[in-house]
């Protein structure tokens, strides 16, 4: 980079930007430790000093311990690590209290903290230095984003968005103009916020049919994939599907666009050291976020593709999947099987074809009890147009419940295995409180869950009153 050339950004950059770049100068003065990199960690407090540090390995989904080390006889915990370029390490002492940074272009990284909490530890290093600066930047970019965003939706004149458009083309200028400062001076920051910048639509959205899509299909149009950096950098990767996935995740779209869209976004992520799976991780924990249709498909695509090689990943993707798939609109309803009070097996599938509410309720329960003569109500009124009930109950003690379903006449199914709040189907669910309903359509899809009173009448009314 020329003088010229600097004096020019510097001028579009500002402040904050030229401290972070004359931060990465003086690392690029000093360049990587031929000898290996010292992280050392030493307390502030800790009232009991534990036998070992530990450095974890995020495989997207959870925190595993890899290396451990004890305290030297001068009280501090050192590990002595390969010289790279700047990488995301995570020392701690569990996976829920761990301390994240980078390392490998410095021969010695200091780390000082309270024992009880490492992530209010300080790191003495200008390299982390440079790093927070950097997240305080994008941080800022993005906020500015955000408001102009909201002026051009907001605007009521033509004049109001042309001078929205104007200063989203500077701030989309000054933004381009700091990754090819960064790629000059520290080229692993210019990959994370490639994948932290977001061009605005008006300036660059016109070839698809509204602001959606085009962030849907062109939000990562800054990567460049086969950047041999980009692996060095893999928590933001995950971060970045996660944010997409997220956004994706409140629009209003189909899931099957948004299931669409998300996969060829995926499928530009090679699959070498780790980046696909990251990505993948990412999208997974952003769907997670909402409960979003589309989980269960990525999740099963997560389970297929590293299950062998990260069992420990797969297994907990597994049981996320389990615990979310009563949760999820749109999602296949869990399969259940119990007794009834005649002691016959019924399962839901049993009742495939019709609408069914899944009603959770207990002779015990008051709102209950003084919900159902407006279910039977309602039962009457739809049952000979495709509408059943299987009542679940959270009773313990069969004698009462089979006088509960006889007092308040309620004439359709219901099935029990009597463990009170350990009732099988009620965890199967997520059920904290009664009354409780999940409201399945013909196909066993969740269409919608605790519906009671007028909203249940709204959302049968809406079925089938057409």
């Given amino acids: 980079m020329t003088a ?24 690029t003065l000093y360049g990587q430790s031929s000898e290996g990199v010292v992280l050392e960690l030493m307390w502030t407090q800790c009232p009991k000093p534990p036998d070992s540090v530990y450095l974890f390995y995020f495989d997207g989904v959870s925190f595993i311990p890899q290396r451990a080390t004890a305290a030297d006889t001068d009280g501090h915990y050192r590990f002595t690590l390969d010289s790279t370029p700047p990488t995301f390490y995570y020392l701690g002492l569990s996976a829920k209290n761990i ?8 021969p010695l990284v200091k780390i000082k903290g309270p024992c009880q909490r490492l992530s209010n530890a300080t790191i003495a290093s200008p390299l982390n230095a440079a790093y927070a600066q950097l997240k305080r930047q994008l941080n800022s970019y993005q906020q500015q984003a955000d408001r102009l965003a909201q002026s051009y939706r907001q605007a009521s004149t033509a004049a109001q968005r042309q001078a929205a458009i104007a200063h989203m083309v500077a701030l989309d200028s000054t933004r381009i103009a700091f990754i090819d400062s960064l790629e ?25 049919p509204n602001e959606i899509v085009y962030f849907a299909k062109a939000y990562f149009q800054l990567v460049d994939w086969q950047h041999p950096l980009l692996p060095y950098v893999y928590p933001w990767i995950h971060q970045a599907f996660n944010r997409y996935a997220q956004t994706l995740s409140r629009v209003g779209y189909l899931p099957d666009s948004l299931h669409q869209w998300m996969m060829q976004s995926l499928e530009q992520v090679p699959k070498r050291q780790g980046m696909h799976r990251y990505a993948l ?16 498909q990525f999740a099963q695509l997560f389970i297929d593709t590293y299950g062998q090689d990260f069992p420990q990943a797969a297994a907990q993707v597994k049981k996320q999947m389990e615990q979310l798939a009563s949760f999820i609109i749109g999602a296949p309803a869990p399969d259940f099987t119990q007794l009834t009070p005649e002691g016959d097996s019924l399962s839901l599938s049993d009742l495939r074809g ?27 009124k739809y049952k000979d147009k495709g509408f059943d009930i299987l009542g679940v109950s959270l009773d313990r003690q069969r004698a009462r419940w089979i006088q509960a379903i006889k007092a308040d006449g309620l004439t359709w199914h219901h099935v029990s295995d009597l463990k009170g709040w350990q009732n099988e189907v009620a965890q199967l669910y997520g059920v904290r409180s009664i009354p409780h309903t999940v409201l399945v359509d013909r196909d066993g899809r969740i269409i919608a869950r605790k519906l009671r009173g007028p909203a249940l009448e709204a959302k049968l009314a809406e079925l089938f009153d057409q």
């Avoid at 997670?288 to 989980?295: A, G, I």
Wanted: aromatic share 12%.
């Fill in 4 to 27: 010229t050339h600097m004096r020019s950004v510097i001028r579009r950059l500002g402040h904050t930007v030229l401290s972070i770049l004359f931060s990465l100068m003086t690392l």
């Fill in 99 to 106: 301390r994240p940074l980078l390392a490998g272009s410095e």
């Fill in 184 to 208: 000059q001076m520290q080229p692993t920051f210019a990959q994370i916020a490639r994948l932290n910048t977001w061009l605005s639509y008006p300036n660059h959205g016109q070839a698809y």
């Fill in 281 to 296: 991780a990412g999208i997974l924990a952003g769907l997670q976020r909402y409960t979003h249709p589309s989980y269960p």
């Fill in 354 to 380: 019709k609408v069914v509410l899944i009603d959770f309720w207990a002779s015990w329960c008051g709102p209950c009890r003084r919900e159902n003569p407006h279910v039977v109500k309602l039962y009457e």
